[in-house]
C-alpha cells in the first residue's frame, strides 16, 4: 500500500503491516478523544515513525496514488480534532 504523510512523501508499506498502524491510529485517536495533548503527539509520532521505519520511501518524482493520506506530523491537537473522527485515520 501507498502512505502519503502530507509535507513529508510518499510510502509503500506492506499491507501486513496495517494492523500495527490501525492500533497506533486507535491509541492517538483515543487521546484526542481524552484530550491528552501529549499522549497525541506521543501515539502519532508513533504512527509517523512506523511509517519511516517499515517503509520505502517513493523518489519525489514517482506519484503514485495512495491507499492512505495522513496529516503532517507536526499536526496539532486541536487540528487532530477535525481529523481524527470515528474510527481514526485509518480504516480497518
Not at 11 to 35: I, M
Not at 59 to 87: K, Q, V, Y
Request: aromatic share 6%.
Amino acid at each position: 500500500m501507498i502512505v502519503r504523510i502530507f509535507g513529508d512523501g510518499q510510502y509503500r508499506v506492506a499491507d501486513d503491516v496495517r494492523g500495527e498502524f490501525n492500533e497506533l491510529d486507535r491509541a492517538a485517536s483515543d487521546a484526542v478523544d481524552a484530550n491528552e495533548e501529549a499522549r497525541f503527539h506521543a501515539a502519532f509520532a508513533a504512527l509517523i515513525d512506523a511509517i519511516h521505519a517499515k517503509g520505502e520511501r517513493l523518489a519525489d518524482d514517482e506519484l503514485m496514488p495512495s491507499d492512505l493520506m495522513l496529516p503532517p506530523s507536526d499536526l496539532s491537537l486541536e487540528e487532530a480534532r477535525s481529523e481524527f473522527t470515528g474510527e481514526g485515520l485509518i480504516p480497518d
